[in-house]
Each structure stands twice: as C-alpha cells, then as structure tokens.
C-alpha cells in the first residue's frame, strides 16, 4: 500500500505563505507523477498542480499560476506545494496524490491519495 502524510496547512492572512508537504511510503517515489488538488465544501475537487518524477516538468491551474510552486525531492519521498501571495478563494482541503500516469489534470488519474491538510486563508 502507498501511503500519502500531509502537513503544512493552517490559518494564514491574505497576501501570506504557506508551504504544504506530502511524504510518502510504499513503492518507490519517483515513479510516480505527483499532485496537489483542492476542495472546498460544497464544491468539486479542483487540480492545483503536478509535478512528473524526472526531470521535474510541472502544470498548475491558472487560478494558482505564478503564485504557487510544485517541487519535489525523491531523495526524501517528499512533494511540496510552496503557496504565496494567498487569496481567501484558496480556502480548502488540500490533497495530495500520486498517478502512474505521466501527468493529468483529472483526478480519476490518481490512484493514491493523503487525507488532506486544511488551509484558511482569511481577508
């Protein structure tokens, strides 16, 4: 079984930062592409980005472009999401997850998933 432990989430002012980490057990790390999504109550799951194991290439949600940074370190089986510049819209569970295949955006595509980390962000 792979297991995904979040962390990192919290209350942060608008305009703040936070950074967001997933560690993983299990099978080895980098085979897996990785990723963050969101979701708010009431409100379908949304895709925030994704990071392929090697050499790194990512994708984000225009919503969050620019402003938050995927990155990994499979030395560490760790998948971070570095978020600045937080708006009170990207108030959700955040969750991390890991897919075999090479990168999407759906979530059906991720076959592994952490329990999510709750982010408030107030104005």
């Known amino acids: 079984q792979v297991l995904l432990v979040e962390s990192g989430g919290g209350l942060v002012q608008a305009g703040g930062s936070l950074r967001l980490s997933c560690a993983r057990s299990g099978l080895t790390f980098n085979t897996y592409t990785m990723g963050w999504f969101r979701q708010a109550p009431g409100k379908e799951r949304e895709f925030v980005a994704a990071i392929t194991r090697r050499p790194g290439i990512t994708s984000y949600a225009d919503s969050v472009k620019g402003r938050f940074t995927i990155s990994r370190d499979n030395a560490k089986n760790t998948v971070y999401l570095q978020m600045n510049s937080l708006k009170p819209e990207d108030t959700a569970v955040y969750y991390c997850?890991?897919?075999?295949?090479?990168?999407?955006?759906?979530?059906?595509?991720?076959?592994?998933w952490g329990q999510g980390t709750q982010v408030t962000v107030s104005s």
């Open positions: 997850a890991a897919s075999e295949v090479l990168i999407s955006r759906r979530a059906l595509d991720y076959k592994y």
